[in-house]
C-alpha cells in the first residue's frame, strides 16, 4: 500500500517546503517523518503542528489514516503523489560546508584534521592555477572540475578558522557575508542610487570606492607578492599609473603581435637559461625594486 503522499524534503534546508507541500501539511492529515527528516519535523512542531516519527515508509504506509510523509531528498518511497521542494540555487553549497564539517570533525578524517592555514595554502595556488589553465583550454568540464576544487580550498579554510582562537576566529558564514556586502557596496549603480553607469564608470566607480574602504597608506599595498613576476609587476604598473606615479619606460614593441611578443620573451627566457640565469627571480628582483621607488615616490608627495 502506498503512502498517500510524500513531501521531499532536503537537510539542508530544514522548513523549505513548496506551497503544495505547506497546504498538504496544513490539511489536517496526520503527519509522519520518515528517518532524515528530523530538522523539518522539528520546524514543524515548533509551529504547533504533530509530527510523528516512523522507522520506514513501510510503517508510514501502514497506518491506517491517510498521511502526509516526510521523506529526505534521494530515498525512493511508493507514493500516490509526491511533492519536492522547490529548487534553490546554491543549496549544494550547504552540502560542502556540511561534509567539511563532517571530515574535519572527530570521527571524520584524520588528514583533514590535522591541516591548517599553512599546510593548505599551497594547494589554494595549485588549484587556482589549475583552473586557470581549464578555462584557457576552454574546457567546460575541467573548468567544473577544478573550480570545485578552488571552492573546496575555500570551504576548508574557513573550517579550519572556525576553530581559531577569539580574535582569529571566522567561518564561511563571515566569509559569504563579507562578499556579499562588499558587492552590494561596490555596485552602488545596481543596488544604490548612484544611477546607470558604463563600463568605464563602473571601473572607476569600483576603484574610488575600494580606495576609500582600504584606506592603504601605500601604492603597492595590497598587491599580492606571491603571483608570477610578470603578473605582479602589470598589476604594480596599472596602479601607478592610477595613481600619476611614474612608470616604467615601455619597450619598443612595433607593431608586433602578442604572438609574436611571446615569441620574443620565449628567446629571452632561452637565453637566460644559456647563461644559467633565472628569468622569474631576475624580474622578480626588477619589479621589488621598483615597488620601492613607488613607495619612496608616493611618501615625498604633499598630503592631500
Do not use: N
Amino acid at each position: 500500500m502506498p503512502v498517500a503522499l510524500a513531501v521531499v524534503v532536503h537537510p539542508a534546508l530544514p522548513g523549505l517546503l513548496a506551497p503544495a507541500a505547506w497546504r498538504a501539511v496544513a490539511s489536517g492529515r496526520p503527519v509522519v517523518a520518515l528517518p532524515g527528516t528530523a530538522a523539518t519535523a522539528d520546524a514543524l512542531r515548533a509551529e504547533g503542528r504533530a509530527v510523528d516519527d516512523v522507522p520506514d515508509a513501510a510503517a508510514a504506509a501502514a497506518r491506517p489514516d491517510s498521511v502526509v510523509a516526510l521523506v529526505p531528498a534521494g530515498v525512493e518511497v511508493d507514493a500516490g503523489e509526491v511533492v519536492d521542494a522547490p529548487p534553490l540555487p546554491g543549496s549544494r553549497l550547504l552540502d560542502v560546508v556540511r561534509v567539511m564539517d563532517v571530515l574535519r570533525s572527530p570521527g571524520g578524517c584524520p588528514w583533514d584534521a590535522e591541516q591548517t592555514h599553512a599546510s593548505l595554502r599551497g594547494y589554494l595556488l595549485e588549484e587556482a592555477h589549475e583552473a586557470y589553465d581549464a578555462i584557457v583550454d576552454d574546457d567546460p568540464a575541467g573548468m567544473r572540475e577544478e573550480l570545485g576544487d578552488v571552492l573546496l580550498q575555500v570551504v576548508f579554510h574557513a573550517r579550519v578558522a572556525a576553530e581559531a582562537p577569539p580574535g582569529r576566529r571566522f567561518d564561511v558564514d563571515d566569509v559569504a557575508g563579507d562578499l556579499v556586502d562588499k558587492l552590494v557596496r561596490r555596485h552602488p549603480h545596481v543596488f544604490g542610487d548612484a544611477g546607470p553607469r558604463d563600463v568605464a564608470q563602473v571601473e572607476a566607480g569600483w576603484e574610488e570606492i575600494k580606495k576609500a574602504e582600504k584606506q592603504r597608506r601605500s601604492p603597492t599595498e595590497g598587491v599580492s607578492r606571491s603571483q608570477p613576476a610578470a603578473s605582479w609587476g602589470a598589476a604594480l604598473v596599472r596602479r601607478a599609473a592610477r595613481a600619476g606615479l611614474t612608470t616604467p619606460e615601455p619597450a619598443e614593441l612595433g607593431s608586433s603581435s602578442p604572438e609574436a611578443l611571446g615569441e620574443r620573451l620565449l628567446a629571452v627566457v632561452a637565453a637566460a637559461e644559456q647563461r644559467g640565469w633565472d628569468v622569474e627571480d631576475a624580474l622578480r628582483e626588477a619589479v621589488r625594486r621598483y615597488a620601492g621607488e613607488l613607495d619612496a615616490e608616493a611618501a615625498e608627495r604633499p598630503a592631500g
